[in-house]
């Protein structure tokens, strides 16, 4: 019987794994760790989230893989509203139990294989190279359409604002993209978690009329609640765009079991349909932003980027582990640029997803 090769075996080492070291530094404060290294909320629920959830605990029966029409309703009028996204059918929603799910399985849903190329940015989230591997796709890493000559690969990943850089790209430059893509046949996908988070730029969605002129077709973008409604544990997100796609995602996933949750259709239909709890978390953000930022200057660190999003992308124009550990001695703990490409291996990505209190922590230690 000839060898199986498992899996996990071709997948790198699960980044925050190894930052077991510089954790257990940071957590020997005096005052306890701040920890900056992972983008996960920290402030609670919307009532008005958890009270549909429970509303809807005693469904019994399999969810609709498609998502109630109620929800994919709200999708639809809340990219209109939030985002100028018009022109989508609410066909054209399909939730997702979080769209690192998504976007991890993406390349293997759509049956790419070892003869595809899947382009990721030089600075990229970890998913997208994930997703790629478990496909045994090939990874190409670029930021510009000129790297990558006359290659024609199957799936390009976008992310604007960015996931670490929190870069975001400009019309022009989505417009080149989709341009690009229409003549190669290229499906484009927008990583859009970030959308709702702007502080020096307006980023624009994948899906905007200014960037496709209306024209979803091999387009996709996918959205997450878990940034802009603290929706994380839920595992609330959905993916939209390009109609004969999402119908034959859909399919997929009806036979794989990818189903949300009844319950959480529910909250996410909450959230969509309210934009306070939405502004006020955005606030929270811009406050820790506004607080942690001056102080890392002042410290002599350089930010670079970091218009938009949920991250702080800095640099002590050293080694990004020395940082880590720099950081690391004052109770602090952040992520190290090289976890998101070899691009990375002189910054450090801080979150601003940490409490108030820890926000103030960091700012006195650092001042």
């Not at 790419?112 to 190329?117: E, I, T």
């Not at 290659?151 to 690009?180: C, I, Y």
């Not at 988070?197 to 009329?209: D, G, K, R, T, V």
């Not at 001695?329 to 990375?344: C, N, Q, S």
Request: glycine share 8%.
């Amino acid at each position: 019987m000839p060898s199986r090769q498992i899996v996990s075996a071709t997948l790198p080492e699960f980044p925050w794994d190894t930052l077991a070291e510089a954790k257990a530094i940071a957590a020997g404060h005096p005052d306890g760790i701040v920890d900056l290294s992972v983008g996960t909320p920290v402030d609670p629920v919307a009532p008005l989230i958890q009270d549909a959830l429970a509303a809807a605990g005693a469904e019994s029966g399999y969810p609709a893989t498609a998502g109630t029409a109620q929800l994919r309703e709200s999708a639809v009028a809340a990219l209109a509203r939030r985002f100028g996204v018009t022109g989508i059918d609410q066909a054209a929603i399909l939730p997702v139990i979080g769209t690192k799910e998504l976007i991890a399985w993406l390349p293997t849903l759509l049956g790419l294989g070892a003869g595809d190329a899947v382009v990721v940015p030089e600075l990229a989230y970890p998913t997208y190279d994930v997703g790629a591997r478990l496909a045994k796709a090939r990874v190409v890493r670029a930021d510009s359409l000129t790297q990558l000559g006359p290659q024609r690969p199957a799936l390009m990943f976008l992310n604007s604002p960015s996931n670490p850089t929190g870069r975001v790209l400009g019309v022009d430059h989505l417009r080149k993209v989709v341009e690009w893509s229409r003549q190669r046949g290229v499906l484009v996908v927008s990583d859009e978690c970030y959308l709702g988070l702007a502080w020096e730029a307006e980023p624009l969605s994948l899906l905007h009329p200014t960037v496709c002129d209306g024209d979803h077709s091999n387009l996709l973008a996918v959205h997450s609640l878990s940034k802009s409604s603290s929706l994380a544990g839920y595992r609330a997100g959905f993916v939209t765009g390009d109609a004969t796609l999402i119908a034959e995602l859909l399919a997929v996933r009806k036979h794989a079991g990818m189903i949300v949750p009844t319950p959480v259709q529910a909250a996410m239909v909450a959230a969509l349909d309210d934009d306070d709890h939405e502004k006020l978390q955005r606030e929270r953000y811009a406050q820790r932003r506004a607080s942690l930022l001056p102080v890392l200057r002042s410290a002599g660190f350089t930010v670079d980027h970091s218009e938009a999003g949920l991250y702080l992308w800095a640099s002590r124009g050293e080694g990004c582990h020395e940082t880590v550990a720099w950081l690391a001695e004052r109770g602090i703990l952040v992520a190290p640029g090289d976890f998101y490409g070899p691009r990375g291996a002189r910054h450090v990505r801080i979150a601003l997803t940490a409490t108030d209190e820890r926000i103030g922590a960091a700012v006195e230690r650092l001042s």
